[in-house]
């Protein structure tokens, strides 16, 4: 055997089961070879188009031509092969046909890369396809090369985003309605986000880089997008995975530790920039988006499986900090709904002690902690008051017909009914006050420093956990057992 | 080898799918596992091809939980759901191929293995046909050849006959036997109970996601009854003979069926032998005195009473 057939065969060997199924069932589709051929003729009518009007008309003829050019590429690599992706995904789950995958040595995780990595091969092949077309727009007035290139790079970058976006939301569409619901959705927020990179790209080109990003800070800022998008396609892996992985097993540990790594990494990037600004007003920002997510994480703990099972139990690991620090991070209910606790304290603390440091601008403590309070601390336990609601209403009366990883659901609809009911009941009665709204999430935005909103959510949180320990307290002692064992 | 379920539980919500079922395979047994519609033998089959995980109870192979360690059922068990491949746009070629790159099958292992499987489930003329194109037989045998790829130490087959033709039925009962013969446990849900009597060597009878019976088809059909069924055939005037008939101890029942009798007969074969002297003695002519055959369809018929849960 030769060394490149040795070479060959190692690579066969290695490389991922998933990716040589894609790619062979995507080249063999018509769906591939028609998007690619119809946007490569648009792209030719388009340059040619443009060649032949270029000195009779702009001076900027070529930023123009770029522009419309990126546009066509990018709805093929940011929206097209991505929903594709998502939707072919979706079909398999539907189908269960990727059961199947799970009684091999297959892991979850080698599927979404597989499915991840043969998607964006796709886009590869279809950025190969377009460079020369784009780069004939140099020999057209007014085009920044460095912008272009640049533009393109992170036109990968985010259609890589976009593809594992998609594929997240195709492993969450398997069944019924709810399929219907995540695959629109998944569509929508694809589109609305292709318009929104699209006006962005549009701006680079037109007004260069240094306005895009804050001028002096190009490479810093680049490099954050990159960072910020590497992590995103990192947290939607561990997503899907966890998703898509069998019954009964440790869904949630790689999820938890992804998302503590990103908070972890948001956190450093946030130094990083608190440093160049001199300023760690940063840090607040940081705090309240980081709450917000965690705080939605709620109706996903609460959707997690209230007892241990075997495959999770046999994983706990050994030794007194290890296995109590596990309870946190493994699947299940109450140790999801206790980690959320832990990192709202902690991400507290960090804006709290960021806000002290601060002695001037918005950033200031009283006015910072008061409006943290207000509005992260709010929607933390409301969303928790809700979720725990949620749990106990399909516990108590709908645990025939609804499953319990579908209590997000319940959860939503709870909070809809209680935001609704009160304006609905005022209105029978006449009664026409701004308070009834106060069960609805999204009132505190309407009434700035409203402490009433943080009573209301408080007590409910409050309510819900107590109504809950008998379940929580349930889940901590089989834990406490299983460990013991 | 031996994969045995022990106080295997499943529920869905408040329903229970599948009630405390104590069974084991044995390599080179074929086990008819044999239910009305929504017994909860797919629940079953899923569960020990680990890919449902049980309420209670547990999976074990040779001892070992599958239930807690399911990478050990995935490498010795293969799975042939009751669906058929749905990767329309692949070809048979690259179906197997790619189920055996998920087994992690080294390249040069896997292109021999690849194609004595398809020679062994006759897949080889057609090899590169899409699976959109294949017949329902044939896609059956490439869901067959993909659950062999790994070359398990038991089959799990969930409905494989299902609206196969003759032919086809034929040609998966020949391929189970030799799958037998190389020593792999098999156990197959059907409804074409004719044919699993023929094959199997054991059968499990559920009802309601309980166990009705479980043991060697001899075992169960003399089991399931409690009053055999004697047929005589006499060569004189029947009315004659069954007036004689239904005076005699043991006797219940009486019916004349064309030229025979047929009636319940409580006793042993012994009992029988004394009852066959008796009317030899009483100088009746008789040309036939043998049981009933009962077969799986009438004990299943008369052991379970199509209920759904």
């Known amino acids: ?485 | 080898m031996i994969l045995s379920a022990k106080n295997l539980c499943k529920n869905f919500g408040d329903t229970r799918a599948v009630k405390r079922l104590n069974f084991q395979i044995v390599g080179g047994d074929i086990t008819g596992f044999v239910g009305p519609n929504g017994a909860g033998k797919t629940t079953t089959l899923r569960m020990m091809a680990s890919i449902e995980e049980p309420s209670s109870g547990s999976i074990e192979l040779d001892g070992h939980s599958i239930v807690s360690h399911p990478e050990m059922a995935r490498e010795k068990i293969g799975f042939v759901p009751d669906t058929l491949p749905t990767q329309d746009d692949m070809t048979v070629f690259e179906y197997i191929d790619f189920f055996a790159r998920a087994y992690g099958i080294k390249p040069a292992k896997r292109r021999v293995l690849v194609n004595d499987l398809m020679e062994f489930t006759n897949l080889i003329n057609i090899r590169e046909k899409l699976l959109s194109a294949l017949s329902k037989g044939m896609k059956q045998r490439v869901s067959i050849a993909r659950a062999l790829i790994h070359d398990p130490a038991f089959i799990l087959m969930d409905e494989p006959a299902a609206g196969l033709d003759p032919r086809a039925r034929i040609e998966l009962r020949e391929l189970l036997r030799v799958l037998s013969r190389q020593g792999k446990g098999i156990l197959i849900s059907s409804h074409i109970l004719s044919e699993l009597s023929e094959i199997c060597t054991s059968t499990l009878i559920i009802e309601q996601g309980a166990m009705l019976k479980f043991g060697s088809i001899e075992e169960i059909t003399e089991s399931a009854v409690s009053n055999r069924r004697l047929i005589i055939r006499p060569i004189e005037n029947l009315e004659e003979f069954s007036n004689f008939m239904i005076l005699l101890p043991g006797v219940e029942n009486l019916v004349v069926n064309g030229k025979c009798v047929e009636f319940d007969f409580a006793g042993s074969d012994e009992d029988a032998y004394g009852l066959l002297k008796e009317i030899v003695a009483a100088g009746k002519k008789i040309i036939e005195f043998r049981f009933r055959q009962q077969n799986l369809e009438s004990v299943f018929m008369n052991i379970t009473r199509g209920e759904v849960q």
């Open chain 1, 1 to 485: 055997m030769t060394a490149i057939a040795n070479l060959l065969e190692r690579l066969d060997g290695w490389v991922n089961p998933i990716i040589v199924k894609e790619l062979r069932q995507i080249v063999r589709g018509k769906f591939f070879w028609g998007v690619l051929i119809l946007f490569l003729g648009f792209q030719c009518v388009v340059l040619s188009l443009s060649l032949a009007d270029q000195h009779t008309h702009y001076s900027n003829a070529g930023q123009e031509t770029l522009m419309f050019l990126f546009g066509v590429l990018f709805l093929a690599s940011f929206a097209i092969i991505p929903i594709y992706s998502g939707f072919r995904f979706s079909r398999e789950r539907s189908e269960g046909s990727d059961e199947l995958l799970f009684i091999t040595t297959i892991t979850p995780q080698t599927i979404i890369r597989g499915k991840f990595a043969a998607a964006f091969i796709v886009v590869l092949l279809i950025n190969s396809a377009f460079a020369p077309f784009m780069s004939m727009t140099f020999f057209l007035s007014g085009v920044d090369l460095w912008a272009t290139f640049i533009m393109i790079g992170l036109g990968l970058m985010v259609s890589a985003v976009g593809t594992m976006f998609q594929i997240c939301v195709g492993s969450l569409s398997r069944e019924g309605s709810s399929m219907y619901i995540f695959r629109g959705a998944g569509l929508l927020f694809q589109v609305v986000m292709f318009f929104s990179l699209l006006g962005m790209s549009g701006e680079m080109v037109r007004y260069g880089l240094g306005r895009t990003f804050s001028s002096g800070y190009l490479f810093s800022s680049l490099l954050t997008a990159s960072v910020f998008m590497a992590m995103l396609i990192y947290i939607f892996y561990h997503a899907s995975a966890a998703v898509v992985a069998p019954a009964g097993t440790n869904r949630m540990l790689p999820v938890r530790i992804a998302l503590t790594v990103l908070w972890l990494g948001s956190l450093l990037m946030c130094a990083y920039w608190g440093v160049i600004s001199s300023s760690t007003e940063i840090f607040v920002i940081w705090g309240f988006l980081s709450s917000y997510v965690l705080s939605t994480g709620c109706l996903i703990a609460v959707s997690e499986r209230d007892f241990l099972t075997e495959r999770v139990a046999r994983e706990i690991p050994k030794g007194f900090f290890r296995s109590r620090l596990a309870f946190l991070f493994y699947s299940g209910a109450a140790g999801g709904l206790a980690w959320i606790l832990v990192m709202q304290i902690l991400t507290f603390v960090i804006a709290l002690v960021a806000a002290g440091l601060q002695t001037s601008g918005y950033g200031s403590s009283r006015g910072m902690m008061s409006d943290y309070m207000l509005y992260a601390g709010s929607f933390y336990c409301y969303a928790l008051g809700y979720s725990l609601l949620a749990a106990l209403i399909r516990r108590l009366f709908l645990s025939d017909q609804i499953d319990i990883r579908n209590t997000w659901v319940v959860a939503l609809l709870t909070c809809a009914v209680f935001s609704l009911l009160p304006i609905l009941a005022g209105g029978i009665v006449g009664l026409d006050s701004e308070i009834l709204m106060i069960a609805n999430p999204l009132y505190v935005t309407a009434v700035r420093r409203n402490d009433s909103v943080l009573v209301f959510s408080a007590l409910l949180a409050a309510i819900s956990l107590i109504v809950s320990i008998p379940w929580l307290s349930r889940q901590f002692r089989d834990y406490y057992k299983e460990m013991d064992s």
